[in-house]
Structures are given as C-alpha cells and as structure tokens.
C-alpha cells in the first residue's frame, strides 16, 4: 500500500478560487479521485481519472495531476462548496481504490 | 435508480463479532468490483476491503487482515462483510462502495457500528 498526505483544511473566500492537493506515490501511475463529503452524508465524487466530472457536478470543479501531486481546484467557490474532500487512489498493484488521503476540511469565508 | 443499502451494524462487544450485508439494486451487481470503507467517528476514510466481480480476487487492510472477511452473492446482488474479534478501534461508519473503474462512484448511506462494553 501506499499513502496520500493532504493539508488537514484550507479556507477560501466566497467567489475567491482554491487549491486542494494531494501528494503521493501512486500518483505518479495512476489518477486520483476527488470525493466531496458533507457532515452525516456518505462520500460524492467530484473529479475522476484525468478531470472528468460526474453528472450534475458543477464546472467550478476541475482535476489535475503533476508528478506526485493531484489538486483539486474549485473556480468561484460557493458556500455550498464547504466541506470535507478526500483524494483517493489506487494501490501500488492498481488494482483497487485502497489509498485514501487524510483529508481536506474547506471552509468558505 | 442505482442503489446500494448497508444493514447489519449495531453495538458489540469487544472480540464479539457482526456480519454486514450491503444490497445494491439498479445495475448489474455481478459486473463490478466493490469496496467496503470504514469513517472512524469524527475521522477520515479508511479502505477496508475489496472484492472483484467474480468474487476470485480478494484484499485487505492490513488493520483488518485476519479478522474480516468480505464475500458476494452475485445471485442475491449483495456484499458481505464478516467481521470478527472486533477491537475499539473498529468503531466507524462503514460504506459498501461500487469501482466502475474510474472511482468508487456509488455509495450506500453507511452504516455504524460500535465495538464497546
């Protein structure tokens, strides 16, 4: 296995861009996944595989990946943007979705 | 509507045991891979377990290698996660998650479980 290391929070001003990152091995090979987590709601993606969005997911939200570190940037955060983000990535074998960061808390002033 | 539904959690005794069933519906179960991942109360995701679509490749943590034991039943379009000498530290939400490949794009709601006397 292998571990990702993210800034435990960040703040950012309404309408103002900011920068989530990732670092790590894995990502060297393989993409990360974003995941957007609100207090007592389960875990939803917001970047996929080079800088895919899911369905219903607004374009404020972008990917990308440089050597061992995958940021995550929200253009024109909104208030609804506050919450917790994980990375996640797969393991050395790439096989399996097994790498999770620590997690960013994003705070919108 | 694509769907997985957790059950089985609940409070248990440290080195008691608990099995849960994660029932997915909406899509066709036995074509993807799933995850099982755990939330510590107040803490961040921890993976837990993996399973392929057939069921013949199988990994875990290794904070829990030995004590849990992940399994499917194509037929009944559920997941399983046999946990067993259960430590305090096991105490999180756990979510069933499905791998399309790209992420662990759908979840269940979680579900919590307790390990305390």
């Known amino acids: 296995s292998s571990e990702l290391t993210q800034d435990p929070a960040v703040s950012v001003a309404l309408g103002q861009t900011v920068r989530i990152t990732c670092q790590g091995d894995s990502l060297r090979n393989y993409y990360a996944t974003w995941y957007q987590q609100k207090p007592g709601q389960a875990p939803v993606v917001v970047i996929y595989?080079?800088?895919s969005r899911p369905s219903g997911i607004p374009d404020r939200f972008s990917g990308s990946s440089s050597g061992n570190t995958a940021s995550l940037t929200i253009t024109g955060a909104q208030a609804e943007d506050e919450a917790d983000y994980y990375c996640?990535?797969?393991?050395?074998?790439?096989?399996?979705?097994?790498?999770f960061g620590g997690g960013t808390k994003l705070t919108v002033l | 509507e694509v769907q997985l539904v957790e059950s089985g959690g609940g409070l248990v005794q440290p080195g008691g045991s608990l099995r849960l069933s994660c029932a997915a519906s909406g899509f066709t179960f036995s074509s993807y891979e799933m995850n099982w991942v755990r939330q510590p109360p107040g803490e961040g995701l921890e993976w837990v377990s993996y399973i392929s679509s057939s069921g013949s490749s199988i990994y875990y943590a290794d904070s829990v290698k030995g004590r849990f034991t992940i399994s499917r039943d194509n037929a009944k379009n559920s997941l399983y996660l046999q946990m067993n000498s259960l430590r305090a530290e096991d105490t999180a939400v756990y979510y069933c998650?499905?791998?399309?490949?790209?992420?662990?794009?759908?979840w269940g709601q979680g579900t919590l479980v307790t390990v305390s006397s």
């Open positions: 996640n990535s797969r393991d050395s074998s790439g096989t399996y979705l097994g790498v």
């Open positions: 595989g080079k800088n």
């Open positions: 998650a499905r791998d399309d490949g790209d992420s662990n794009d759908v």
